[in-house]
């Protein structure tokens, strides 16, 4: 797994690439949570992973909870049938944002900063 991350105007993002999985969950995390904690909202870019798996998706789910607790707010774009299958499974595709691409993301957080937020 490669990780890749970019800061944009108030935003970072996370691009991940490979499969994703029990050997490396833990530099995923400590990627994410370092990223949340420079500040601003957090996109992950799953659309170069091949295969992720529980931990991997566990490692996600910390760094929802983190960004819910920085008042930060956190999208998954490509997501791919493999982990959307999983997420749904254990209902997580309703605890996270999910959107096509990094676009698509970053317009719905500017429609719900219109809204109050």
Do not use: K
Request: glycine fraction near 12%; proline fraction near 1%.
């Amino acid at each position: 797994m490669t990780i890749a991350t970019t800061r944009r105007d108030g935003y970072a993002v996370v691009a991940l690439e490979g499969d994703v999985d029990r050997s490396n969950a833990a530099a995923l995390r400590r990627a994410l949570l370092e990223t949340l904690s420079a500040g601003g909202d957090l996109v992950v870019d799953l659309g170069g992973v091949g295969r992720i798996d529980s931990a991997a998706i566990a490692s996600l789910v910390e760094a929802e909870q983190a960004a819910r607790r920085r008042r930060a707010r956190m999208a998954l774009v490509g997501v791919g049938p493999g982990a959307l299958r999983m997420m749904a499974l254990a209902r997580l595709d309703r605890v996270f944002a999910m959107h096509g691409g990094i676009e698509d993301a970053v317009a719905a957080w500017r429609r719900e900063a219109g809204a109050g937020r």
